[in-house]
């Protein structure tokens, strides 16, 4: 083909863009060659120019210019338009007069007549030499010029497509679309109607406009919605919120919307239009609008008095069942003319009346011209909008909702309404296509005159009067207070097109295969899209806008009849036009004078296709005046052109130009002379053009670019996209010619069943998809000829993925259906429906036998595409060979290359293995291979051979082996067993001597081994199930050599993986599924674990158990609650810490030992509005409660604490109730029975013995408060009554050893401090790794801590909520573990100290855990019933035994520590460095040699603050007395002044400060102290004081002393000028001083606290001496008398 050079004129100027022109389709025709120096890149043709646009972006014109002032008579030679040098265009066009031309950055030059506005250029009636137009987006604020993609020019318009895919148009004529009454239009407005939607191209014939868009998809949500009108800029929607609902009305009218008559297609003077023409386009009234939307037959009207036959003018047909829609208050139909809310029932009827007979009348004038214009499509109106009155109705309870709900009712009517005839003056309503069809819109210029004549007129006036009211939705909206006002719209403008989007998708149906939005979602934006529709506008009265009619469209409006026709492109010539589709066909309508419609039709008013013969594929289309030209495939790759319409003589050249085309007569005469074509020829020369690449037409003239084949690689790319359409066109054909008709038939489900039917469905699917994206893909590649002609831009290299996945896809659907049985299945369907000749499936299989068997055409059939993979890859290869072999081009083509070829490999491998499955089915026996054969199950191996065998099988078992791809399967005489193999493990047997080839296998259940016959099969077994097993983790897609291919790789799959198993044998597990992490054959790792009957277990698991941690939640069938555990476990059962939730309401907290409560936990149960609530925190042994415990009996207001056993009272204990009693003593079954003491609030005391709880009986002593007491035999309850027998005492006032005997000793009779808690410091321990206490090894104690850190750690970054940010930083200070051998020096002392502040803070720690623990059981103890004065002792004792065990563990730890009372030598460098660890002012103390080590200085620095407030309000209660008398003395003496005050405690007089310093008047001054200052003597001392009550240890409340001290001492040192050293007699006026006006409120409380709490080895220091100080100030301010 190379050789086929010849062109029409020489051979210069390259080998690229060869312009080619002729006329007319006779033989002798020989194209002329047109010479420029740069290959041509687009033609555009007028009626007597054209323009051309070269490499580079220079543009040309030729032929007839006489806009230009130096115009040469005879047919001028191409000349450069120099006004755009300097300016690269990208895109030419050309008008019938006029041409324009767009620049790479979007601006549009037009030049050319201008006569009719359509060069955009006010003034000039033509203008010479391309000039600058510019589009101007006014909604954009600041206004935006817009950026153009292509132009389009007719006669008297030109339209422009900007970036953002919207139409812009100027000139004149209604085939601007614009809404305007005034022409020319001068400067570019916007196509408003079709805004928001997206264009892909604009064509304009003589008096038409043709647009190509893209269907709504989810994909166009993003544009900005049109919420302004774009003519008068004021708004479409406007929403009036009344005192009760809400108005929304849509009726926005356009001043500016009043559009010319158009009268036979003829422009006449703009003039409005007066009245009404009864003329078919005329638009309907609003009642016969919804007469016709119920009955879609004009002529048969229904009788309107039935109200419920439609709802206001017709928008909204209600239901007929619909008895509201009658009711008075307005069955909606047209509302009266009243004013008041709600006509009376006659007035509707009689207005209904007048109005339906009007009707008829009218009807039976224009019946036959309505009746061509109504599509059938009534019925699916009403009902659409029914259930959208529904869906509005429900949303009634919200008011923003029912407002939103009103405006998409309102959007939806109108976009439901299938032509769209929203856009005439009033709703023409339901009348599908009859709005749309009117050219003129009513002006109102008289609204009687337009009611009287009956025109849609009335609507607006009706809407002003009657139909302010409510419409009413059925029974929902009428009455509510949310009634919604729908005002009738007056869409004089058409839909805002965010509604039209909102509602566009339920649009869309698709045909039952096609994809909808591409084949692969990426696929969406990188393909040119197939769902396409052909919108037109303009004149019409050739039938050029394809509607059916020959009316004039002032709009745009969608060709229904192109819809799912995939139109990739569109043409119009001058009064005709041509849409281009996918499957390379033409459709063409309107004028056929001269044959020009390639059909015999005329003139056609619809789209049809044109006459090709079999086999011709067109793939680009050009229109002229009178002629079409189509460019198409034919036998070869060189593509040929086809002519249709008027034979061109030589002669009519001339003649032409006398007329102008006004005389159409004339024409029609004179054109019948020359020939015309009945349907396309062939043109004979354009084998000689070489490759051509692109057709135009335009006025008489054809013209063609064409390229020479250098290298071989024009003619590559056009076999390529040559292969590509073909192959779509036959996929599509096997498409509508078998598999639709397949998929359609009824009897099909049950021939193939439901599983196959449902493959079958899967497999069209696919195919359709992988048919989609090869017309995508098409389409692609033709538009890369007609313009780039690059390698570049073939989507095929960058996005071979989707290409590749989508072959994929179908293959594995074609294999499933195949294993299946599916083709044999479907070969009797196929039989009936194709009949005994199958010639149409053999022609589309391509399959040459004779007579070959259906089943094997079905696969054939199927099989087709995948053979199309092996051609993907010959033509990039053969692409490729066309570039040096080191270019990066020839390295993609290569690569794209070796995918679809290493692709066809992989696909043929799985038909290999879906017949060979196949196969296997057929000859397996059947009642097994109903159970096992499933689609996606492939055969690897099987063992019929007897190469495989069960070791110890009996001798007469039969077994056989059997691998797929999921499983192995173990098939016996008439059982089998699945194996699935993700749990499934194998590995040789070590042959040793045995001489037996093993193989074990294991899996969840069963471990057996399997015995081959020779090494050989040993090996392939084992090489089988190994990579089955990694493909079936792997999942299947990623295929690694199958077995078959024997390529001998060792594929060892992990011994750990993540799989999903159903366990089926009996046990504990039974039919529970597990899913997680296994380890040979084991559940290891995470997982979760379900039972059939609702036990879950999420956590982790080891060597197939329960172990670590782990939630789990067991449904309780009577509470129909459920019971739930997180917690640790162990061997599969609850082990260590957990919180457990009963059904029943109780939790449980604590520890846990082989399933059950044991150790220290806490059980609470009920809420406090339950029965019982109580709360238990105690020890536990085997779920009993055992040992010590604290029972909180919230109803009765008592609390026990003391010992248990199995569940019961049992041993010492104590009880306090919130009345104030107290109890100790014995407990026997639960009851107080035996020796014991009980004390009321006021003192009242009784020892001796008891029954039951509060009850005496026997022997025992009753104390008064006084002293009183009775001595004998008691018996009764406490408190209501009690017997006694025996002696009452009244004891001698000077007695006072009787009184000693007498004071009750409490605390012998209750639980001693070290008893208590056991089980948490055991815990403790056992964490450390101890036995008991102090058994164990320190290394293996810090080796569990490192252990619970970062376990804890990790469960905690799972989730990290669970964590502050300090709480992470001491955790990560706390993974370095502090020297712990080695002397303590004092330096190692601070450390450890510091160590034991952080691991005392989190409670991952153990010893943080125990502090958290201990605290909690302390506050449960002593808090709320707990907080009675006489439980101080105990409290006080508890914390003393906790500082002595905890201290115990911590010289575990530290081994090296001293014992409590041991010395650290402190190094005598560092005098100064801190002594009392907890003190916070340490610094201030005097230094000392050596440091004693206590449990006190340690921890209490730790625990204390944390048990602070339950122990201060123990001491509060203790000391109330007290502290009231100290109180009272402390306020009456504090009303003195200072100097009276220091005169009466007796301070020296020198030790009075004369003058204190002040900040008021000027700082640094002295003010006096006069005889009435008060409260300013030694005001920082009294200051220091009252810090005492804001710390919580004793070292740090005596520190406050010290310092206290200090100040006194300061003070007075600079009063005396001098050193000064006190005596006790000076010093202990001046602290009382200090200390009356420091005013602590509860001094004698925290003066017990630090004498029960503080260091034994500071008793006697200097400390010791200033505490001794204070306390003596307590006792003398409780008995100060004021003398």
Not at 322 to 332: C, H, L, N, T
Not at 610 to 616: C, F, P
């Amino acid at each position: 083909m190379e050789t086929q050079r010849k062109s029409s004129g020489d051979d210069c100027g390259g080998e690229r863009g060869l312009l080619h022109t002729w006329k007319g389709y006779s033989c002798s025709i020989t194209p002329e060659r047109l010479l420029l120096p740069r290959p041509v890149l687009q033609v555009a043709l007028g009626t007597r120019h054209g323009v051309l646009l070269v490499e580079g972006g220079q543009v040309y014109s030729f032929g007839d210019l006489p806009w230009k002032q130096s115009q040469v008579p005879e047919l001028a030679k191409p000349t450069l338009e120099s006004a755009l040098s300097g300016q690269r265009v990208v895109a030419v066009a050309a008008g019938s007069f006029h041409s324009g031309a767009v620049t790479e950055d979007g601006g549009v030059h037009m030049w050319g007549d201008n006569g009719a506005g359509q060069c955009g250029l006010s003034s000039l009636s033509s203008v010479p030499n391309p000039t600058p137009v510019a589009l101007v987006d006014s909604d954009t604020s600041p206004p935006q010029t817009v950026p153009v993609l292509e132009l389009a020019c007719g006669q008297q318009h030109t339209l422009a497509l900007s970036v953002q895919r919207e139409v812009w148009a100027w000139g004149s004529g209604c085939q601007l679309g614009l809404n305007v009454s005034v022409f020319p239009v001068w400067k570019p407005q916007k196509v408003e109607h079709l805004a928001g939607r997206y264009v892909l191209q604009v064509a304009c014939g003589a008096s038409h406009s043709l647009a190509l868009v893209r269907c709504l998809g989810p994909l166009d949500v993003h544009r900005p919605p049109v919420d302004k009108c774009g003519q008068c800029n004021q708004l479409l929607y406007t929403m009036t919120d009344k005192e009760d609902h809400v108005i929304i009305s849509d009726s926005h009218y356009c001043p500016l919307g009043v559009e010319l008559t158009e009268d036979e297609g003829r422009l006449e003077a703009p003039a409005l239009t007066q009245g009404l023409k009864t003329s078919p386009s005329e638009p309907v009234l609003p009642s016969q609008t919804s007469t016709l939307a119920n009955n879609s037959d004009p002529s048969h009207p229904q009788d309107l008095e039935k109200g419920d036959s439609s709802l206001a003018n017709g928008a909204l047909p209600a239901s007929d069942s619909d008895p509201s829609a009658e009711s008075a208050d307005g069955g909606g139909a047209v509302a009266g003319v009243k004013n008041s809310p709600y006509p009376d029932e006659q007035a509707v009827k009689d207005y209904l009346k007048k109005l339906s007979d009007n009707t008829q009348a009218e009807q039976t004038a224009k019946a036959g011209g309505l009746h061509a214009l109504l599509p059938s499509t009534g019925r699916e109106t009403s009902s659409t909008l029914n259930s959208l009155v529904a869906s509005c109705a429900s949303a009634v309870g919200e008011r923003v909702a029912s407002t939103y709900e009103a405006l998409s009712l309102k959007k939806m009517m109108n976009f439901y309404l299938p032509s769209g005839a929203s856009r005439s003056a009033g709703i023409t309503g339901a009348v599908p296509g009859v709005g749309d069809n009117t050219t003129e819109r009513v002006r109102q210029e008289d609204s009687m005159q337009a009611k009287k004549s009956s025109s849609t007129g009335d609507i607006r006036e009706e809407e002003a009067e009657g139909l302010r009211r409510r419409l009413s939705l059925p029974g929902l909206l009428s009455q509510g207070r949310y009634a919604v006002h729908l005002l009738s719209s007056s869409y004089t403008l058409l839909l805002s097109p965010r509604l039209l989007r909102k509602a566009g998708r339920p649009r869309m149906r698709a045909v039952a295969l096609t994809p909808l939005g591409g084949a692969v979602p990426e696929a969406q934006e990188v393909l040119p899209t197939l769902q396409t529709e052909v919108w037109s506008w303009g004149h019409g009265e050739h039938g050029q806008l394809g509607h059916g009619d020959n009316l004039a469209r002032l709009q745009p409006l969608c060709i229904k009849s192109l819809n799912n026709k995939e139109v990739v492109r569109v043409a119009a010539g001058a009064h005709h036009s041509l849409a281009l589709t996918a499957q390379s066909q033409v459709f063409s309508w309107g004028s056929n004078s001269s044959g020009q419609l390639g059909h015999m039709e005329s003139p056609s008013t619809v789209p049809r296709l044109a006459k090709m013969s079999e086999g011709i594929r067109v793939w680009d289309v050009s229109a002229g005046e009178r002629h079409t030209l189509l460019l198409a495939d034919g036998d070869c790759i060189q593509p040929i052109i086809y002519y249709s319409g008027q034979q061109v003589k030589e002669g009519t050249e001339e003649n032409h130009a006398k007329e102008t085309g006004q005389q159409e007569e004339e024409e029609e005469g004179e054109q019948r002379v020359g020939g015309y074509t009945q349907q396309p020829v062939l043109l004979p020369f354009c084998m000689h053009l070489g490759y051509v690449s692109s057709v135009f037409a335009g006025g008489r003239r054809c013209v063609a670019l064409s390229d020479r084949n250098v290298m071989g690689f024009i003619a590559s790319l056009h076999e390529l996209a040559s292969a590509e359409r073909k192959f779509y066109c036959k996929l599509c054909n096997i498409k509508t010619q078998i598999i639709r008709p397949l998929l359609e038939l009824e009897s099909l489900s049950s021939a193939l069943g439901q599983v196959t039917f449902g493959l079958l469905q899967t497999l069209a699917g696919r195919f359709s998809l992988m048919c989609h994206l090869t017309g995508q893909h098409a389409a692609s590649l033709t538009s890369n000829l007609r313009r780039g002609r690059d390698v570049k831009s073939l989507l095929i290299l960058d996005h071979a993925d989707i290409f590749l996945d989508s072959y994929h896809e179908y293959c594995i659907a074609l294999g499933n259906f195949q294993v299946m049985g599916g083709f044999q299945a479907l070969t009797k369907p196929s039989l009936d429906f194709f009949g005994k000749s199958p010639e149409l499936l053999q022609r589309l299989a391509e399959c040459s036998e004779e007579n070959p068997a259906m089943a094997d055409l079905l696969v054939a059939l199927f099989c087709l595409p995948t053979r199309h993979l092996h051609e993907y890859g010959r033509l990039l290869l053969k692409l490729a060979t066309c570039f040096e072999v080191s270019s990066s081009d020839y390295q993609r083509l290569q690569d794209s290359c070796s995918k679809f070829e290493a692709l066809v490999l992989q696909l043929k491998r799985k038909r290999k293995e879906a017949e060979y499955t196949f196969h296997f089915w057929k000859s397996f026996p059947g009642k097994m291979t109903d159970s096992l054969r499933k689609p996606h199950r492939r055969l690897i191996c099987e063992s019929s051979n007897k190469a495989l065998t069960l070791q110890n099988a009996g001798r007469f078992s039969v077994n056989w082996f059997i691998l797929f791809n999921d499983a192995l399967v173990h098939a016996q005489f008439s059982t089998h067993h699945v194996f699935p193999l993700a749990t499934l493990w194998v590995e040789p047997i070590p042959e040793e001597n045995t001489g037996l080839y093993g193989l074990k296998v294991i899996t969840p259940e069963e471990t057996f081994t399997l015995l081959a016959c020779s090494p050989m099969e040993k090996a392939k077994w084992l090489r089988s199930i190994n990579q089955a097993v990694d493909q079936a983790l792997n999942g299947a897609g990623q295929d690694t050599a199958s077995v078959s291919s024997g390529t001998g790789q060792k594929l060892e799959p992990p011994i750990s993986r993540t799989a999903s198993y159903t366990f089926y044998k009996d046990g504990r597990l039974k039919e529970a599924t597990y899913e997680g992490r296994w380890l040979a054959g084991k559940p290891n790792g995470r997982g979760v674990l379900k039972w059939p009957d609702g036990r879950i277990y999420t956590g982790e698991f080891k060597n197939g158990l329960e172990d670590g941690f782990g939630e789990f939640v067991a449904p309780n069938k009577t509470l129909n609650k459920n019971d739930h555990y997180q917690g640790h476990w162990k061997d599969g059962k609850m082990h260590g810490l957990g919180t457990y939730r009963y059904a029943s309401g109780e939790v449980y907290d604590g520890s846990f030992q082989d399933g059950m409560r044991h150790g220290h936990g806490m059980l609470r149960s009920g809420k406090l509005n339950t029965s019982s609530p109580s709360v238990f925190i105690g020890q536990w042994l085997q779920d009993k409660k055992t040992g010590y415990g604290v029972f909180d009996d919230i109803t009765k207001g008592e609390k026990y604490m003391g010992m248990w056993q199995d569940h019961l009272r049992q041993g010492t204990g104590v009880v306090v109730t919130q009345f104030g009693l107290y109890y100790e003593g014995v407990f026997k079954d639960n009851k107080m029975m035996g020796t014991g003491i009980l004390l009321s609030e006021d003192d009242t005391t009784y020892e001796g013995e008891f029954s039951d709880d509060w009850t005496l009986n026997g022997k025992g002593v009753l104390t008064m408060a006084n002293g009183d007491y009775l001595e004998g035999s008691f018996g009764g309850e406490w408190g209501s009554g009690l017997k006694v027998t025996g002696s009452y005492f009244k004891p001698h006032l000077f007695d006072t050893d009787k009184e000693k005997t007498h004071a009750v000793k409490l605390g012998r009779l209750c639980v001693c401090a070290e008893d208590k808690w056991q089980a948490v410091f055991d815990e403790c321990w056992s964490q450390l790794g101890c036995e008991a206490l102090g058994q164990g090894e320190n290394s293996k104690a810090w080796e569990n801590i490192a252990v619970a850190l970062t376990t804890s750690r990790r469960h905690i970054e799972h989730s990290p909520e669970l964590l502050s940010r300090t709480h992470s930083k001491t955790l990560e200070s706390l993974e370095v573990i502090p020297q712990h051998e080695g002397p303590i020096t004092m330096e190692r002392y601070d450390s450890i100290r510091l160590y034991l502040i952080k691991a005392c803070d989190t409670p991952l720690h153990p010893l943080g855990r125990l502090v958290e623990t201990l605290v909690a059981v302390y506050r449960m103890t002593y808090v709320g019933v707990g907080a009675n004065r006489r439980l101080l002792p105990q409290a006080v004792n508890e914390i003393k035994s906790y500082l002595y065990r905890i201290f115990q563990i911590v010289r575990f730890l530290f081994q090296d520590l001293p014992e409590e009372g041991g010395v650290i030598p402190e190094p005598t460098t560092n005098v100064q460095d801190e002594t009392e660890p907890g003190s916070t002012d340490a610094q201030l103390d005097s230094p000392k040699p050596s440091r004693v080590v206590s449990s006190s200085a340690l921890l209490l620095p730790v625990l204390l603050p944390r048990l602070y407030p339950p122990l201060f309000t123990l001491y509060a209660l203790d000391k109330e007395k007290e502290d009231d008398v100290y109180w009272e003395c402390v306020l009456r003496l504090n009303k003195q002044p200072d100097l009276a005050l220091l005169a009466f405690l007796g301070v020296q007089q020198k030790f009075w400060p004369v003058s204190i310093p002040v900040s008021m008047p000027a700082p640094g001054e002295k003010q006096q102290v006069l005889s009435s200052t008060k409260d300013a003597c030694f005001a920082t001392a009294v200051e220091t004081l009252q810090q005492i009550s804001t710390t919580f240890t004793p070292s740090d409340k005596l520190q406050v002393i010290k310092l206290t001290f200090e100040e006194i001492t300061q003070e007075v040192q600079s009063l005396l000028k001098q050193d000064f050293l006190w005596s006790m007699d000076d010093l202990f006026p001046v602290f009382l001083y200090v200390v009356l006006r420091a005013r602590i409120r509860n001094l004698g409380s925290e003066v017990s606290l630090i004498e029960d709490l503080m260091d034994p080895c500071v008793q006697h220091g200097e400390h010791g001496i200033m505490f001794t100080t204070l306390k003596a100030c307590y006792y003398q301010i409780q008995h100060e008398k004021i003398h």
